[in-house]
């Protein structure tokens, strides 16, 4: 292997997160997270007019600095993801890290700076977009990674239930617009009009700006609102359902990993350090991966005094 696949080597493993037994990975990611969430604050703070002139200087040394590192973070993991064959293979795999949600994450947090160096864009605006920067911390956080998962697992659901929204908020309006616009033209003249209503009243916000005020109007608001209770609860429990079934599918490939790891009959380091990968890449703390341990022993160990000592077969079914 040359120096050069070697240093690769070695900085693919540093800027990979689930390098667990690597002290200089858990450095490179204290590092960057510090970074990030000093960056978010500095953005925030900069916005108070008065702050943003006493220190300007040490805003923009933080988002120069800020910047290269990033940059050379994503250049650096742009240029090492060749190493991690399985998932981007050729031909093209740096084209195919770059499509990734998190490699596009981390071009949108370099690159509003890299425009207003080259084009005229207003400064406001790259302050504001500075903020994806914290979007960052999603390679970071096992939570809003399963979150993420989640989302993309069930999309056509989250689809399927703003297509139903969609159809309900039209349905809303036009009702609306017919009980309302000769009395309120200002408000309800029109259907589009009347979507902000719609909209105000199915998702329960009720800000009260726009109300009708004729009977039928009333009336039909009221059952409106009785709808939008249901449909402003459809996404709630799409996520949920979600979340909930990718708990119990990451607790089942964890007791999978344990049962892998006991069919030699021991657990030894490398098993551990494999096993210790997976729960945080799961995002499942270590009293759940302690239970589920427990679980898996007992189950072999179940197996083991049920067995019939002259064929192998097990005598009882398992319980549970």
Known sequence: MTKSRTFRRSLHDALRKDSTGDPVSR????????????NVIAVILESMPALAAQHRALFLAIERVSILIFTLEYLARL????????????????????????????????????????????LRVLRVVRLLRILKLTRYSSALTMLLEVIREEANSFLAGFFILAIILILAASGAYLAEHQVQPEKFGSIPAAMWWAMVTLTTVG???????????????GLVAVVGIGIAALPAGILASGLADRLRRSREELAEQFRTALQDGVIDTEDERELEELRQKLGLNARIAHEIRRDVLRHRQWLEASRCPHCGKPLRKPPG
């Open 27 to 38: 450095i490179v990611d204290a590092a960057l997270v510090a970074l990030i969430t000093v």
């Open 79 to 122: 240029w090492s993801c060749v190493e991690d064959e399985a998932r981007f293979a050729r031909p093209w795999p740096r084209l195919r890290y770059m499509l990734t949600p998190l490699a596009l994450i981390d071009l949108l947090a370099i690159l509003p700076f890299w425009l207003g160096a080259f084009f005229a864009v207003d």
């Open 207 to 221: 800000y009260g700006d726009v109300t009708p005020i004729t009977p039928a109007g009333r009336v039909f608001g």
